[in-house]
């Protein structure tokens, strides 16, 4: 019984999981959760990464719904339409290229 049980422990995998995994996780969580939430609108916005369109301009309800999107993971605006504008496209840009629809 004794070896049965030290084999047993021999492949059991170890579970835990450091703070380093733990950020990968949940970077990989938001990565895949913004191509999810944003997948219809996947050319509009490496149209508006490209410079194309702008989307406060264009698409304003989509605009909105990034903000409400990145707010929630934490991302700091400044109250400056200009400086607001070009940290969430800086966003999309790192989550378009992370989900590897933008290159």
Request: overall charge negative; glycine content about 12%.
């Given at each position: 019984?004794?070896?049965?049980s030290r084999r047993f422990k021999s492949y059991r995998p170890d579970?835990?999981?450091?703070s380093t995994n733990k950020s990968k996780i949940a970077k990989a969580m938001s990565r895949s959760k913004f191509h999810s939430k944003f997948k219809s609108d996947l050319?509009?916005?490496?149209?508006?990464?490209?410079?194309?369109?702008?989307?406060?301009e264009d698409y304003p309800k989509l605009y909105q719904k990034l903000i409400r999107f990145y707010e929630d993971?934490?991302?700091q605006l400044?109250?400056?339409p200009?400086?607001?504008y070009n940290v969430i496209l800086d966003n999309v840009e790192a989550d378009l290229i992370e989900?590897?629809?933008?290159a």
């Open positions: 019984m004794g070896a049965r579970w835990r999981v450091t050319k509009k916005l490496t149209a508006a990464v490209e410079g194309a369109i702008a989307l406060d993971q934490g991302v400044y109250d400056d200009e400086d607001d989900s590897g629809v933008y």
